[in-house]
């Protein structure tokens, strides 16, 4: 079955610090992939997602994440993280039966 | 862009009550809408897909006598929780899907319901 890993459940970073999330996918053909942001108590906001086409995405935010066939991943990446970054952050994909899954989060914590 | 929308944000209620959540598609039509829940610190769990003008589909493990889904238009979705108690409370997010437009295989999420049964 198709499904997203996120190997890391806490990130703590220094404001100013580049950022990497992991994401890990499994399927074997081009998979639709998407990352979504959550501050606490709110709903999802998409940050990206890869259909095809151009491995490296751009998002909103400043964020990035490049899909790596080679290595199963979809990592989401940011050169210099904001205070207000700090949120739960999800990686999902949309399986061929047309539901999204969602990976367990990584929560990241920004330190002044 | 594609908006949907949640109604209540908020909802306590009594164990023993049932509640209803509104899911709308404001600016397209959806034939697919999609129910999750999301406990604290966790991630969302799929529920149920909703198909206008048919029955829903459960997700294994979810009673579906409990979460009654109806989607008798192409921009709502409901979903009731009956006879809720206080394991049911949790946070209750909806998304559908734009099958004729260009994103058609993006789902837009709602702002979600956070349900407190007491």
């Given at each position: ?46 940050l ?5 086409g ?24 940011k ?33 002044p | ?14 164990s ?11 600016d397209?039509?959806?034939t ?39 989607h ?47």
């Open positions: 079955a198709q499904s997203v890993t996120q190997p890391d459940i806490h990130i703590t970073v220094s404001e100013g610090a580049s950022l990497e999330l992991r994401c890990n996918y499994s399927y074997g053909a081009t998979p639709y992939l998407f990352w979504y942001v959550q501050s606490p108590g709110q709903g999802l906001q998409l990206l997602k890869y259909f095809s151009d491995t490296l995405v751009q998002g909103i935010k400043g964020f990035e994440a490049e899909f790596k066939r080679s290595q199963s991943s979809f990592n989401l990446r050169p210099s993280v904001h205070w207000s970054d700090a949120a739960e952050y999800f990686c999902a994909t949309l399986t061929s039966y047309d539901k999204v899954i969602f990976g367990p989060g990584t929560s990241l914590s920004v330190i | 862009g594609a908006v949907v929308s949640q109604h209540p944000s908020r909802v306590i209620c009594k023993g009550t049932s509640v209803k959540i509104e899911c709308r598609s404001l397209f039509q959806a697919t809408m999609f129910w999750y829940r999301q406990f604290p610190k966790q991630s969302l769990m799929l529920m149920a897909t909703s198909n206008e003008g048919s029955k829903a589909t459960y997700e294994q493990g979810v009673e579906k006598d409990k979460f009654l889904i109806n008798a238009s192409l921009t709502l979705s409901t979903l009731t929780v009956t006879s809720a108690h206080p394991e049911d409370s949790s946070f209750y997010i909806c998304s559908a899907r734009d099958v004729w437009g260009a994103q058609y295989n993006e789902q837009f999420f709602g702002p979600g319901t956070r349900l407190t049964v007491l």
